[in-house]
Nanobody, 123 residues
């Protein structure tokens, strides 16, 4: 069974940075596209970033493009989300997601999720 474990969240001030990590296990990490989503309380889970299995095809939401960078290390089976210039509206639970069909454009995410890591931006 697919296992995804996020880490790296925390409390930061506006303008600061965080790097999230998602470690995959129990599946062939290097053949899956990987995603980051986020969710605020009472709101729908929203797409943040996606990366193809080989790291070549990358997609971002408009709200994070230019500030966030998704990357992956297939040898370590980890996908990262570097978050710079953080804003209060980035506050959310951040979730890792995996797609066995190696897609980066999905209307509905594939149902492989991590447990989430909390990011809070504020003073």
């Amino acid at each position: 069974q697919v296992q995804l474990v996020e880490s790296g969240g925390g409390l930061v001030q506006p303008g600061e940075s965080l790097r999230l990590s998602c470690a995959g296990s129990e599946f062939t990490f290097g053949t899956y596209s990987m995603f980051w989503y986020r969710q605020e309380p009472g709101k729908e889970r929203e797409f943040v970033a996606a990366i193809s299995s080989n790291g070549i095809n990358i997609r971002y939401s408009d709200s994070v493009r230019g500030r966030f960078t998704i990357s992956r290390d297939n040898a370590k089976a980890i996908v990262y989300l570097q978050m710079n210039s953080l804003k209060p509206e980035d506050t959310a639970m951040y979730y890792c997601n995996a797609d066995p069909y190696d897609r980066v454009n999905l209307r509905r995410p594939y149902d492989y999720w991590g447990q989430g890591t909390q990011v809070t931006v504020g003073s």
